[in-house]
């Protein structure tokens, strides 16, 4: 407490009541700074010096004020830098003179109500105890941590479908407490903090190209540096040939582009017997087996999954029958065969001798009989869903006399 009055020089005594001041210090002849004893109620003070005791009526009131009480802090963490306001709650709080994080005092603080004091965290380091001192006293401490800026280090994988939806690992440091996951300028769909090193995110959807995967958490944001590769999905274009066996094997040709990456080629639900990538825009496949009919063709890459372009499964085409049966070494005739499967006939052969013919529906066709010695000679045709069974055609040499 500060005394001003006059004659203080030689003052022996300083009273608060009938109580000695704990200490005083004579600072002038009209200032003295003293040290409260304990007391209760009003009490007179005077200043005791050779001349005698002071004699005007001087109080100081002893008033009852609480120890002040934290009960919690938020947030309960922030960057080493400081700057983070934080709210303490708890009780006596509105007579605050100074808040302290650790040993080091606030920068700033606004007492908001006897329960509530705002506080503008200093720079720090490792976890310390935040107090409040009032008039009344020290608060208890509670606990508030500097933390770490994140740190990414890698994502896997590092691309996907610019439609988003697939979880993402991304392992680095400081993770803890993380409190958003973002893919360039777009939040996660949902992030889960598996550890300090690890956390499982969701991609948003974003544009085709490159977006730099950034972590915040109570030390701030992660710096950019680690790109997530968003892809377009495949579009294919053609199919050729856009047809083969139900035994598969045959090569096909797929175009059309973003094939760069490609994981999987499918002829309807069944995987292609192999591919190659060619380039981002060709991919050579060989057609797995199936059923006789139409399925799609479809790509699969880190960017989805494109095409739907139908490719045709044909049966093998089957002979019943054929008129005439027989005609002359020389050949010439018209042969009749009928069936199934005919109508992509691309060769009717006369043993290994191929035959000149015309379609004329998916079950029958006609054929001119090529030259060839006498005897039976095996009839088979070919379409793109393999060679037919054969039917015996015999060749006979004219009469003699």
Do not use: C, K
Request: glycine share 14%.
């Amino acid at each position: 407490m500060t005394v001003t009055g006059a004659n203080f020089t030689s003052a022996t005594q300083v009273r608060f009541g009938a109580n000695p001041a704990t200490s005083f210090t004579v600072n002038s002849d009209t200032r003295i700074t003293a040290v409260a004893p304990a007391g209760t109620g009003t009490v007179q003070v005077t200043v005791t010096t050779p001349a005698g005791i002071s004699s005007e009526f001087v109080t100081y009131a002893y008033t009852s004020v609480s120890l002040p009480v934290l009960s919690s802090v938020a947030p309960s963490s922030g960057p080493p830098a400081g700057g983070t306001t934080v709210t303490l709650r708890g009780s006596g709080l509105s007579g605050t003179t100074v808040v302290r994080f650790g040993a080091t005092v606030a920068p700033s603080f606004t007492v908001v109500s006897d329960t509530q004091v705002t506080a503008v965290a200093p720079a720090g380091s490792g976890t310390v105890q935040i107090t409040v001192t009032t008039p009344g006293g020290t608060s208890n401490g509670v606990a508030y941590a500097y933390a770490s800026v994140p740190v990414v280090s890698s994502v896997s994988p590092q691309q996907g479908p610019v439609f988003g939806g697939n979880t993402v690992i991304l392992t680095g440091s400081n993770f803890s407490g993380a409190t958003a996951v973002s893919f360039g300028s777009t939040a996660a769909t949902s992030f889960t903090v598996d550890s300090p090193t690890r956390i499982s995110a969701v991609a948003p959807a974003g544009a085709a190209g490159a977006a730099q995967v950034v972590v915040t958490g109570p030390g701030g944001t992660s710096s950019p540096g680690v790109p997530y590769f968003y892809l377009d999905a495949p579009v294919l274009s053609s199919v050729t040939p856009g047809s083969g066996p139900v035994a598969g094997g045959t090569g096909v040709t797929l175009t059309g582009s973003h094939f760069l990456g490609a994981t999987a080629v499918r002829f309807g639900a069944t995987p292609a017997a192999s591919f190659t990538v060619v380039s981002d825009t060709r991919i050579t496949a060989v057609a797995p087996p199936s059923t006789a009919g139409a399925v799609q063709v479809t790509v699969t890459t880190p960017g989805g999954t494109g095409g739907g372009l139908s490719y045709l499964y044909l049966a093998a085409p089957v002979l019943t029958a054929l008129s005439p049966a027989a005609g002359p070494v020389s050949g010439g005739d018209t042969v009749t065969l009928t069936g199934s499967g005919l109508a992509g006939t691309t060769s009717v052969q006369f043993g290994t001798r191929t035959a000149a013919f015309t379609v004329v529906s998916d079950t029958a066709l006609t054929a001119v009989a090529p030259p060839g010695p006498a005897g039976p000679v095996g009839i088979t045709v070919t379409t793109p869903g393999g060679t037919s069974n054969a039917l015996t055609y015999s060749r006979v040499l004219p009469p003699t006399i």
